[in-house]
């Protein structure tokens, strides 16, 4: 071979190992974050060579799943991908310690002098307390003492007593500071006489370096892009939701947000997001039907030994497991309530894009954010659209005296909405929380906006219209209540009352009948009485309704 060829072939060579031993530290550039777990995606510009090239990248996730790692490129083969943790080399540090070992004896010494001095002061002030406390004049046993004299040595004792218990404390908070001091000064001795003697390295433990690996063939020169993502189960997002209600266009303005939180162990700075409803965390095994047996009693105590046995087998195998996903709580007092999350949300429709499939939404925003690892969940706006709805009151005297006014949203099912807390507000005032559940069964959705006292609602029992009767075998009660309303407002209202009558549980020898409802609806199910009012200003209005109950006349009945 040619001596220039050959001397080319090791020049290669040699830039080739100096290219794949310089890590590349990673940037996340785009999080698709689910319910439960997120997909992190990095892509890399890269430099190739001719032939087979190793790249190795850093800043990777901890937490990563390492069966879902793939990678692909523009300008090159990626022939291989994979995981790998690993531990700096960290060279010990030969040192000597003899110096500081010397210094940190003679402290001690030194400290020990002054727990000697400490020690004799306090027995110097010790035996004169016990010389004034046997202090004959004061014990009383002098044959010479005179009130005064007694006095006088009364004052010279409390004098030196006192002087000596604030020496002794004085001296106690000296000596306390001098054994946490030689403490302190112990340890280090110890430690650092083990470093003199080889037990271990004075060198910190170096955390584990995650990397990805990529390996990659170019037939010539030139420049790549390597995408590479992966999987991690330590990241998610809430949904919460502000809903804002406007009384002069009778519209809510529903504002839709994630609480995204991550915990990769590495910062997402600068990255794009992609919010999921999906949750990969979840089994994705269809439920399988067992056959369903059913026998004649004859079988019952066959079977019963036959559980007790399967029982017994249960409690020998090993319990399965299962991973539950992290129930996210977020408080959302917690959260900024000036607005700043969206103070140009009227823009923020231009940077999202809903994309929805058979199994899942996502909203893909064309806006970087810094989500950092470990911290407190950040307020994502996803979308905010203004629905229709229909304001009005609604009371249950029985319980409360109070109106309450009521919004009903209908078309909430073209917003693919989660479950998930909302923050409540009419006409930009606060009114307080409530829990969207959009898997309800009915096609409106009813909201509380608070209670408004200048309607005066009224509950009671016309006791001359309630009576109680025998008959042969049968006794029936019957009762009439009244409800008022009167509205002090200046405009007109419409109100839905509700009341009730009971509702028989068990057996045929109770009847429950409703003689009179003035125009109420029946829910005979539950018993619910309800009547939708419209009360014009300064009006009041009276329903009545009557109800009886028949039963046998030697029986009690419970509940009344």
């Known amino acids: 071979m040619h001596p220039k060829l050959f001397f080319s072939l090791i020049l290669l060579s040699i830039a080739q190992l100096v290219l794949a031993a310089k890590p590349i530290s990673s940037k996340v550039q785009k999080a698709t974050v689910y319910l439960q777990g997120a997909h992190l995606y990095h ?3 890269v430099n190739l060579q001719t032939g087979n090239n190793e790249f190795i990248f850093e800043n990777i996730s901890a937490n990563i799943i390492e069966n879902s790692l793939q990678a692909s490129s523009k300008g090159g083969t990626v022939m ?19 110096k500081e070992i010397a210094r940190i004896q003679d402290s001690i010494e030194l400290f020990q002098f002054d727990l000697q001095e400490i020690h004799n002061k306090n027995y110097v002030l010790e035996t004169e307390k016990k010389m004034l406390l046997n202090f004959k004049l004061i014990k009383g046993e002098s044959t010479k003492d005179s009130l005064p004299l007694l006095v006088n ?32 000064l112990n340890e280090r001795l110890k430690q650092l006489q083990l470093i003199e003697s080889g037990v271990y390295q004075e060198n910190d433990q170096a955390a584990p370096i995650h990397q990805v690996v990529v390996s990659m063939y170019a037939e010539s020169p030139g ?35 994630a609480l995204v939180s991550q915990q990769s162990e590495i910062n997402w700075n600068q990255t794009l997001l992609t919010l999921s409803s999906s949750n990969p965390m979840e089994q994705n095994i269809k439920p399988v039907l067992t056959p369903w047996y059913i026998s004649l009693q004859q079988f019952v105590q066959m079977r019963k030994q036959q559980q007790m046995s399967n029982a017994q087998l249960r ?11 992290k129930n996210l709580k977020e408080d959302l007092s917690d959260q900024d309530d000036n607005g700043s999350a969206y103070a140009e949300s009227k823009a923020i429709e231009e940077y999202i894009n809903i994309s929805e499939n058979l199994i899942r939404t996502e909203y893909d925003i064309k806006l970087k954010y810094e989500i950092l690892s470990g911290t407190k969940p950040h307020k994502v706006m996803i979308k905010q659209e203004s629905i229709g709805m229909d304001l009005s009151f609604a009371a ?12 009903d949203v209908s078309g909430w099912e073209s917003l693919n909405l989660l ?41 009671r029992k016309i006791k001359e219209k309630s009576r109680s009767k025998i008959l042969e075998t049968d006794k029936v009660e019957s009762r009439t209540i009244e409800l008022l309303v009167r509205n002090t407002k200046s405009v007109g209202v419409t109100i839905s009352l509700e009341d009730q009558i009971p509702v028989v549980q068990g057996g045929s020898e109770i009847k429950v009948t409703l003689v009179e409802g003035n125009g109420a609806q029946l829910e005979e199910v539950e018993g619910k009485l309800t009547w939708r009012l419209k009360v014009n200003s300064k009006e009041t209005k009276k329903v009545t309704f009557t109800y009886e109950i028949r039963y046998p006349k030697d029986k009690v009945v419970f509940g009344l």
């Open 315 to 325: 409690i020998l195998a090993p319990a399965k497991v299962s991973a539950k996903s």
């Open 80 to 98: 291989e991908v994979q995981y790998r943790s690993y531990y700096k080399e960290v060279k010990p540090v030969v040192r000597t310690y003899t």
């Open 43 to 45: 892509q890399e510009t």
């Open 419 to 459: 479950p998930g807390n909302a923050r409540i507000y009419f006409d930009n005032g606060y009114i307080g929380e409530t829990f969207i559940n959009p898997q309800s069964e009915t096609d409106t959705l009813a909201f509380n906006l608070g209670r408004d006292k200048s309607l005066v609602i009224q509950r």
């Open 223 to 257: 420049t790549a892009v390597i995408n590479f993502n992966y999987f991690i189960p330590s990241a998610s997002w809430q949904p919460v939701y502000e809903l804002h209600a406007n009384p002069s266009d009778n519209k809510m303005m529903v504002k839709y947000f």
């Open 396 to 407: 249950v005297p029985k319980l409360s005296s109070d109106a309450f006014l009521m919004a």
């Open 153 to 184: 040595a009364m004052d010279f004792t409390h004098t030196r007593l006192n002087s000596i218990y604030d020496q002794s404390l004085i001296l106690e908070k000296r000596r306390s500071k001098i054994d946490k001091h030689m403490q302190q």
